[in-house]
């Protein structure tokens, strides 16, 4: 099963719930794709000895790799971190992130600013581009197991929005607005 995304009804109701429009209005791959979001679909039964895995791990050059355990009973603080990561940011590297168990949202912004809300499940392995508007929420479900993963030493600081001033939201911009240079790879469902 391929992810699924939509663009999202705002509201102040809680950030765990699917905020669909009425009626719902999906958002394909090829639009997540123009974004510069990559997917890859994977069996996270295989996760510490899968060939595919490993594969994109080398081509891609992620070096470092590490788990989390997201749920009310393992994290302090946990409605306080969930606020954390749902505050609009972005990141000077990517943000990979492979789902072993358990399921949640990640929200990125398209062109015209607009939310679009990114469902993860147990097996999607998502990656959004350095520069891009986003943040995360667990769903009501509130429970996901992440790989993370990163190029060379993790690095976890988000800037928060405005920053149109900062050379990977520069960059993101000139890559994918312009229409010019489009990012050059396709997301692929595996």
């Given at each position: 099963?391929?992810?699924?995304?939509?663009?999202?009804?705002?509201?102040?109701?809680d950030?765990?719930?699917?905020?669909?429009?009425?009626?719902?209005?999906?958002?394909?791959?090829?639009?997540?794709?123009?974004?510069?979001?990559?997917?890859?679909?994977?069996?996270?039964?295989?996760?510490?000895?899968?060939?595919?895995?490993?594969?994109?791990?080398?081509?891609?050059?992620?070096?470092?790799?590490?788990?989390?355990?997201?749920?009310?009973?393992?994290?302090?603080?946990?409605?306080?971190?969930?606020?954390?990561?749902?505050?609009?940011?972005?990141?000077?590297?990517?943000?990979?992130?492979?789902?072993?168990?358990?399921?949640?949202?990640?929200?990125v912004?398209?062109?015209?600013?607009?939310?679009?809300?990114?469902?993860?499940?147990?097996?999607?392995?998502?990656?959004?581009?350095?520069g891009?508007?986003?943040?995360?929420?667990?769903?009501?479900?509130?429970?996901i197991?992440l790989?993370?993963?990163?190029?060379?030493?993790?690095?976890?600081?988000?800037?928060?929005?405005?920053?149109?001033?900062?050379?990977a939201?520069?960059?993101?911009?000139?890559?994918?607005?312009?229409?010019?240079?489009?990012?050059?790879?396709?997301?692929?469902?595996?």
């Amino acid at each position: 099963m391929a992810i699924e995304a939509w663009f999202m009804h705002e509201s102040d109701e809680d950030q765990r719930l699917p905020h669909h429009k009425s009626p719902p209005e999906f958002v394909s791959l090829e639009k997540l794709a123009e974004l510069g979001v990559l997917y890859w679909r994977l069996d996270p039964e295989k996760h510490e000895d899968d060939p595919e895995l490993n594969r994109i791990r080398e081509d891609r050059g992620y070096s470092y790799m590490d788990m989390l355990d997201l749920c009310p009973e393992k994290v302090e603080n946990y409605e306080q971190k969930l606020k954390n990561f749902y505050t609009e940011h972005i990141h000077g590297d990517e943000e990979i992130r492979y789902c072993l168990e358990g399921s949640g949202y990640f929200d990125v912004r398209d062109k015209e600013d607009r939310w679009i809300r990114i469902a993860i499940n147990g097996g999607d392995l998502i990656v959004l581009p350095a520069g891009i508007y986003h943040r995360f929420t667990l769903d009501t479900n509130n429970y996901i197991k992440l790989m993370r993963l990163f190029v060379g030493e993790p690095v976890w600081t988000a800037f928060n929005r405005p920053q149109e001033e900062h050379p990977a939201r520069k960059e993101y911009v000139k890559r994918s607005f312009s229409g010019a240079h489009r990012f050059g790879f396709a997301v692929a469902a595996h």
